[in-house]
Structure formats: structure tokens, C-alpha cells
């Protein structure tokens, strides 16, 4: 069997072709052949879910028509920066993101879609090409290509059927029967995987409580690394996937950031790597490079202006406190979690592991400097993914221009657990993360040239994005609730939804 037939995503097996190469012909093809009745054009909004557009094919002219010019759509009612007066957009398909949709019980195929103004340019303040101009720009001044992947942090809840209770706040990695909904899971990571997503893993996570006679457990399907693109792209959906299973199967599922006081809140970390002709730059000689260095010092600069897209309803705010695995100050480490980013185990030791594992094995020399990325852990799953990945690939770009890359990087490095009592003052030397939405919107202000600069992020869309941020009136609002778990709860449920 080819690696191609053995492929997971159930259209590229189909058509005979890796979705990086689809053509117009080979969609059209597949959808004669399979009698394909109906497509739907899919796309973010500013609020960062899917969007759906749908069609009855009524003959092979007007397929050939939609999948070549696209259709209109009403801009003002997707984007709050878009003016009424103004507001028509072209959304066009792009044919490497089709997948077969699993949810219609008539035969669909789906596509995710690129905005166009009246001009037929691309619309410069859209989420997907605001990605594609910031990773553009990375490749352009490095010469490297920005890959990505993410952690989906999410909580099922459910009736409790009170058989088998897990441990409170002990669900890392915890098995059926303590762990409720591990099939769900699985049954997520197949949909996910049949429609393109290239998933590394999934398990259970350490939230798990019950209130009000409900189970909460939370789980985590992590990803590969990809073109951070194509990344973005996988999450979106991934997203749409897991609340659509929840649906069907009467679960309730949230990505919000906290959901009360004490429990783990739900971040969206990011992994990411750079690399140059397909060979990973993160590690040398055993070590964290100078390459992964300058784009970590990047995000030390950027950081506070990086929570403008990666934290953007006022609970997640409440997931950025001490002593609940998610970072307050920004530094960076290895292997350590109380930090803003993280260097995870890199596969450095040069031994050969399964041997020692499986005694009757050779050694494989296989190449694990590939698996080497590092990890920004503030975001969460309020995030707008395109526009977050974007910000990041900004951020990289600075700390690889920044000639005083390295030596930022040196000095915000720390080895210790920054929130034990013995490293207060290591503790109180590094700069903190903003507080509140209102915060992270000065911070956008303060450090937007960044982000505009080469056309990357249309000041438009960051002026939309610091309104939007101080629309949520929060200064003052994380000091005032404190721990009133009550007050905490009407505003999880204000924001479930995320």
C-alpha cells in the first residue's frame, strides 16, 4: 500500500493527489464521478468561527462557474471594520483545502476560502491573508519558512453519572472508566484526521471536576507541526469538528479560557519551529540554536501586544494567574512550565531510545532533530488562530532583525520555578503580561508599528481590534470579581462560546 492510499485525509485518497496539489480539474472530476450534490464555501469572521455559504451544484456549468469565480458576500456583517456603504467581498475557494464534509448526510464537499475586494486583490485586512502577508514577510527577510502546530484544550461537559470520579484537578493522562470521554475524543481525532488535520496526539487533561450535578473533564488534541498556514487552517476547523460531534452526540464542549475557580483553565499553546529546505533549525549540536533563540527573543519584545489576538474575551484573563500552569511574566525556559515559553524536551541525549526499549531492535539513527520546536503557552481557545499566527510570525521576523536578539534572550532566560518563594526576586526583575483586554488593547497601541509594518497587518484591522478589545470595559474587572466563583461563572457563560 502506498503512503499515499494509507493517507488518513479521505479526499486526497480518493482523488490520488496530496492536497497541495488539487486542481480545479480534479475537484470537478471527483464531484461528476462521486455525483457530489451540493459544496459550501466555509470562512472566519472577526469573531473567529466558521463561516458557511452553501450550493447546489445544477450542472456542470455552474460548478465549473462557483469553483472559478467565486461568490459575493456581505463583508459588513463578517467584519466590524467594513463599512455598509462599501461592503460587497468576493470569497474564492482554495482548492487544497477541500475535504469531504462528514456532518451532511447529502454528498458535500467543502472548502475553506480567500477573501477579494471590488479591485479582485486580495482584502488586505482579512484574518487568512494577514497570515499569509506575515509569513510572506518571515520567509522574505530570513530566508526560513515559520511552521506551526497547536494544542486544542477543551472541556466536555455532561451529566455526572457519579460511577468511577476521577480525582480532582488529576486527569493528565487518566484512562476510561476515571476518564469519561476518551472516545469522544478518538471519534473527534478521526474526523479531524479524515478531513486533513495532521493530528500528533490526544489525551485527557488535568481539569476534571463536577458542580451542579455536571461532569467537567477536560481533554487535548495536539497537532503537528505544518506551514503555519496550513495550521491555522486545521484549528479553525478542528474547532467547528469538536463542537459539531458534541452536538450530535448531546455533550456540551467549551474552549473558554477558565471555567471556575481553582480549576485548570483551557490554553491554546502554540508549538513552532523554522525551517530551511525542509530541515528543522530549532536545535544544533544537541542544542537550542541561535535561530530559536532570536525568534523567542522576538516574542519576549512582542509578547504583551501578542495577548491582543491570542487572549480576547475578559475570562481569559482569568486563566493568566500564578500556580495554574499558564504564565504571568514574560521569560522563557526549558522544560518549565511556569514560564511564558517553554523549551520541551528535544530528543538531545543521541541514544537510541526504542532500542533500549526493545532489546531485539537495531538502532534506527533516525533524525529526531526534527521533533525539537519550543512552545508559547499564553494563548487560549478565545483566539482569533489566523491573526495570533500571524502576530507571532511578526515577532519572529523582529527577533531575527533585532541585532540584540541574543543577548535579550540570555537575559530573559530562567531555570527555576519563578513562583516559589525563594525566586521572588528573579520573579519581580521580568516584566508581566497585561491583565485585562483594556490592557492587552494599550499594548496593540503601543507596539502596532510592528505589526504594520510591510503592509503585513492593515491598520484598520488593529484599530477594529483595539475597539473591540476596550469594548469589554475590564481594567478593573479581574480585581473586582477576585475569586467569587459565582461572579466567575455568569461571565464563563457569558463567553462559553469562544
Same mark, same amino acid.
Given at each position: 500500500?502506498?503512503?499515499?492510499?494509507?493517507?488518513?485525509?479521505?479526499?486526497?485518497?480518493?482523488?490520488?493527489?496530496?492536497?497541495?496539489?488539487?486542481?480545479?480539474?480534479?475537484?470537478?472530476?471527483?464531484?461528476?464521478?462521486?455525483?457530489?450534490?451540493?459544496?459550501?464555501?466555509?470562512?472566519?469572521?472577526?469573531?473567529?468561527?466558521?463561516?458557511?455559504?452553501?450550493?447546489?451544484?445544477?450542472?456542470?456549468?455552474?460548478?465549473?462557474?462557483?469553483?472559478?469565480?467565486?461568490?459575493?458576500?456581505?463583508?459588513?456583517?463578517?467584519?466590524?471594520?467594513?463599512?455598509?456603504?462599501?461592503?460587497?467581498?468576493?470569497?474564492?475557494?482554495?482548492?487544497?483545502?477541500?475535504?469531504?464534509?462528514?456532518?451532511?448526510?447529502?454528498?458535500?464537499?467543502?472548502?475553506?476560502?480567500?477573501?477579494?475586494?471590488?479591485?479582485?486583490?486580495?482584502?488586505?485586512?482579512?484574518?487568512?491573508?494577514?497570515?499569509?502577508?506575515?509569513?510572506?514577510?518571515?520567509?522574505?527577510?530570513?530566508?526560513?519558512?515559520?511552521?506551526?502546530?497547536?494544542?486544542?484544550?477543551?472541556?466536555?461537559?455532561?451529566?455526572?453519572?457519579?460511577?468511577?470520579?476521577?480525582?480532582?484537578?488529576?486527569?493528565?493522562?487518566?484512562?476510561?472508566?476515571?476518564?469519561?470521554?476518551?472516545?469522544?475524543?478518538?471519534?473527534?481525532?478521526?474526523?479531524?484526521?479524515?478531513?486533513?488535520?495532521?493530528?500528533?496526539?490526544?489525551?485527557?487533561?488535568?481539569?476534571?471536576?463536577?458542580?451542579?450535578?455536571?461532569?467537567?473533564?477536560?481533554?487535548?488534541?495536539?497537532?503537528?507541526?505544518?506551514?503555519?498556514?496550513?495550521?491555522?487552517?486545521?484549528?479553525?476547523?478542528?474547532?467547528?469538528?469538536?463542537?459539531?460531534?458534541?452536538?450530535?452526540?448531546?455533550?456540551?464542549?467549551?474552549?473558554?479560557?477558565?471555567?471556575?475557580?481553582?480549576?485548570?483553565?483551557?490554553?491554546?499553546?502554540?508549538?513552532?519551529?523554522?525551517?530551511?529546505?525542509?530541515?528543522?533549525?530549532?536545535?544544533?549540536?544537541?542544542?537550542?540554536?541561535?535561530?530559536?533563540?532570536?525568534?523567542?527573543?522576538?516574542?519576549?519584545?512582542?509578547?504583551?501586544?501578542?495577548?491582543?489576538?491570542?487572549?480576547?474575551?475578559?475570562?481569559?484573563?482569568?486563566?493568566?494567574?500564578?500556580?495554574?500552569?499558564?504564565?504571568?511574566?514574560?521569560?522563557?525556559?526549558?522544560?518549565?512550565?511556569?514560564?511564558?515559553?517553554?523549551?520541551?524536551?528535544?530528543?538531545?541525549?543521541?541514544?537510541?531510545?526504542?532500542?533500549?526499549?526493545?532489546?531485539?531492535?537495531?538502532?534506527?539513527?533516525?533524525?529526531?532533530? @526534527?521533533?525539537?520546536?519550543? %512552545?508559547?503557552?499564553?494563548?487560549?481557545?478565545? !483566539?482569533? +488562530?489566523?491573526? /495570533?499566527? *500571524?502576530? #507571532?510570525?511578526?515577532?519572529?521576523?523582529?527577533?531575527?532583525?533585532?541585532?540584540?536578539?541574543?543577548?535579550?534572550?540570555?537575559?530573559?532566560?530562567?531555570?527555576?520555578?519563578?513562583?516559589?518563594?525563594?525566586?521572588?526576586?528573579?520573579?519581580?526583575?521580568?516584566?508581566?503580561?497585561?491583565?485585562?483586554?483594556?490592557?492587552?488593547?494599550?499594548?496593540?497601541?503601543? @507596539?502596532?508599528?510592528?505589526? %504594520?509594518?510591510?503592509?503585513?497587518?492593515?491598520? !484598520?484591522? +488593529?484599530?477594529? /481590534?483595539? *475597539?473591540? #478589545?476596550?469594548?469589554?470595559?475590564?481594567?478593573?474587572?479581574?480585581?473586582?470579581?477576585?475569586?467569587?466563583?459565582?461572579?466567575?461563572?455568569?461571565?464563563?457563560?457569558?463567553?462559553?462560546?469562544?
Amino acid at each position: 500500500m502506498s503512503k499515499l492510499n494509507y493517507t488518513s485525509h479521505e479526499l486526497a485518497s480518493l482523488i490520488g493527489k496530496m492536497p497541495r496539489d488539487f486542481t480545479k480539474k480534479d475537484i470537478i472530476n471527483f464531484i461528476i464521478e462521486q455525483e457530489i450534490r451540493h459544496i459550501n464555501f466555509q470562512y472566519p469572521a472577526a469573531d473567529g468561527r466558521l463561516k458557511s455559504l452553501n450550493f447546489v451544484i445544477n450542472d456542470a456549468d455552474y460548478l465549473d462557474e462557483i469553483l472559478t469565480c467565486g461568490e459575493r458576500v456581505d463583508g459588513s456583517s463578517l467584519f466590524p471594520f467594513i463599512e455598509a456603504n462599501n461592503s460587497d467581498l468576493y470569497v474564492v475557494p482554495r482548492f487544497r483545502t477541500a475535504y469531504i464534509d462528514p456532518f451532511s448526510e447529502i454528498p458535500t464537499v467543502n472548502f475553506l476560502c480567500s477573501f477579494f475586494n471590488k479591485d479582485g486583490e486580495p482584502l488586505s485586512s482579512s484574518p487568512e491573508y494577514t497570515l499569509h502577508k506575515a509569513c510572506e514577510a518571515f520567509t522574505k527577510s530570513t530566508g526560513l519558512e515559520f511552521q506551526a502546530m497547536g494544542e486544542l484544550e477543551y472541556y466536555v461537559i455532561a451529566p455526572d453519572d457519579e460511577a468511577y470520579p476521577a480525582v480532582d484537578q488529576k486527569g493528565y493522562h487518566e484512562s476510561a472508566p476515571y476518564a469519561k470521554f476518551g472516545e469522544f475524543r478518538q471519534l473527534c481525532m478521526n474526523y479531524i484526521a479524515r478531513i486533513g488535520g495532521q493530528i500528533k496526539y490526544g489525551h485527557s487533561e488535568v481539569g476534571n471536576f463536577t458542580l451542579d450535578g455536571k461532569i467537567y473533564e477536560q481533554n487535548e488534541i495536539e497537532f503537528l507541526p505544518v506551514n503555519a498556514e496550513e495550521a491555522a487552517e486545521q484549528l479553525l476547523v478542528a474547532k467547528w469538528v469538536i463542537r459539531n460531534l458534541a452536538y450530535q452526540n448531546g455533550l456540551d464542549v467549551t474552549f473558554a479560557p477558565k471555567i471556575t475557580v481553582g480549576k485548570a483553565g483551557s490554553g491554546m499553546h502554540i508549538h513552532f519551529r523554522v525551517m530551511r529546505d525542509g530541515v528543522n533549525l530549532m536545535q544544533q549540536d544537541g542544542k537550542l540554536s541561535d535561530e530559536a533563540k532570536k525568534a523567542i527573543a522576538g516574542l519576549m519584545e512582542l509578547a504583551p501586544s501578542i495577548t491582543a489576538f491570542g487572549n480576547t474575551n475578559p475570562t481569559s484573563y482569568f486563566r493568566l494567574v500564578p500556580h495554574q500552569e499558564a504564565p504571568t511574566n514574560i521569560c522563557w525556559g526549558d522544560r518549565n512550565r511556569s514560564v511564558l515559553v517553554r523549551v520541551p524536551l528535544g530528543w538531545t541525549s543521541k541514544k537510541d531510545l526504542c532500542c533500549q526499549a526493545n532489546p531485539k531492535e537495531k538502532a534506527s539513527n533516525y533524525d529526531t532533530t @526534527q521533533k525539537q520546536t519550543v %512552545e508559547m503557552r499564553s494563548p487560549d481557545g478565545s !483566539a482569533d +488562530i489566523f491573526l /495570533l499566527l *500571524a502576530g #507571532l510570525a511578526v515577532a519572529f521576523r523582529h527577533g531575527f532583525e533585532n541585532p540584540e536578539s541574543l543577548e535579550i534572550a540570555e537575559k530573559t532566560y530562567v531555570n527555576v520555578n519563578i513562583h516559589k518563594d525563594e525566586n521572588k526576586a528573579i520573579l519581580d526583575s521580568l516584566n508581566v503580561l497585561p491583565d485585562s483586554c483594556a490592557a492587552s488593547a494599550d499594548c496593540l497601541e503601543a @507596539q502596532r508599528s510592528f505589526y %504594520e509594518a510591510d503592509g503585513v497587518f492593515a491598520p !484598520a484591522m +488593529i484599530d477594529g /481590534l483595539i *475597539a473591540s #478589545l476596550r469594548k469589554f470595559n475590564d481594567r478593573t474587572l479581574r480585581a473586582d470579581i477576585g475569586n467569587d466563583q459565582a461572579k466567575i461563572l455568569e461571565l464563563v457563560d457569558k463567553y462559553f462560546h469562544c
